[in-house]
């Protein structure tokens, strides 16, 4: 793959996740799932107009603007199930999921993208799924089988498992719409409609609970930091590396959420997470080293 700058800004985007999902169940979960998605986008605003000053728009063919069409359902949908998980769930429970959505990309990335894996890609891509899912678990280790038995009496791991589905998706197409106008501007643009079409409908919603954000505006404006942080850097990352590789270390965010909520999580045992963040970390390295195209 030549260069592995893209892993920064995977790493960057990992860090961004973790941030604003940190902040977004510390702070925002008194709100409606549909008012948590919308505040996260508009505290994001002000530094993606900052980005936004220094743009030019390129020029947009039909390719483009069909895809951010077809994206716009589908991220509004896995945006509230993300946050309707939030809010009924421990996150040991609905977060493992997460870790999927690169081992779906595996088909997507082929379909939409027509990106290939070599066997030391895909080997990558599981490494970190798995790490992923481990290092997630609970505080009380009750085997790896315990967030898939959580299915079949918990609402959240169902609902996160279907935005990892979404999400495989949604990140071919967002990589498809970069290729077709430009990183930054895509990262600017992208939200800033997501925005308007979640402002257009928050009247429409049934009993919507007020967007009281004054109250939380310094913690706003850190996670609108860290949304835009996530955003621009995948958008500039997905350009350079195949999407499933990309979105696969932008899963490490599941290790950062460990370190940023260890004042608000029980500790976890160690070998299971020792055994994760060793699979993680070597499936990134196996990535970077030998995970070229076919």
């Known amino acids: 793959m030549g260069s592995a700058i893209w892993l920064f800004f995977g790493l960057a985007a990992a860090i961004g996740d973790a ?38 728009r390129p020029a947009l063919d039909p390719v483009f603007w069909w895809t951010v069409a077809a994206m716009v359902p589908l991220e509004l949908t896995a945006m509230l199930m993300y946050m309707r998980a ?35 890609g895909l080997l990558g891509v599981v490494a970190i799924a798995g790490g992923s899912y481990i290092l997630s678990m609970g505080s009380e280790w009750t085997g790896i089988w315990a967030p898939f038995k ?40 992208y939200p800033i409609l997501l925005s308007g079409v979640m402002l257009g409908g928050y009247p429409l919603i049934r009993n919507p609970r007020g967007l009281t954000l004054r109250s939380i505006w310094g913690w706003g404006l850190l996670l609108g930091f860290f949304v835009a942080l996530s955003i621009l850097t995948v958008a500039r990352g997905l350009t350079l590396a195949p999407a499933a590789y990309m979105i696969s270390v932008k899963r490490l965010s599941l290790l950062f959420s460990v370190l940023l909520g260890g004042m608000w999580l029980q500790e976890r045992p160690f070998l299971p997470r020792l055994l994760g963040v060793t699979l993680m970390c070597g499936g990134v390295i196996v990535i970077a080293l030998k995970g070229a195209l076919f």
């Open 150 to 189: 959580a299915l079949a009496r918990e609402r959240g791991p169902g609902l996160m498992l279907g935005v990892a589905l979404i999400y495989s998706f949604t990140a071919a197409m967002f990589k498809k719409a970069v290729l077709h106008s430009d990183p930054a501007f895509f990262g600017v643009f």
């Open 86 to 120: 939030l809010k009924v769930c421990h996150l040991s429970l609905c977060i493992p999921f997460l870790a999927f959505t690169p081992v779906f990309m595996i088909l997507t990335g082929q379909v939409i993208l027509g990106e290939g894996l070599n066997r030391w």
């Open 19 to 56: 941030g604003s999902d940190a902040v977004t169940k510390r702070h925002l979960t008194h709100l409606s799932p549909y008012a948590m998605g919308l505040a996260r986008l508009l505290f994001a605003l002000p530094f993606l107009a900052l980005v936004g000053l220094g743009l030019s």
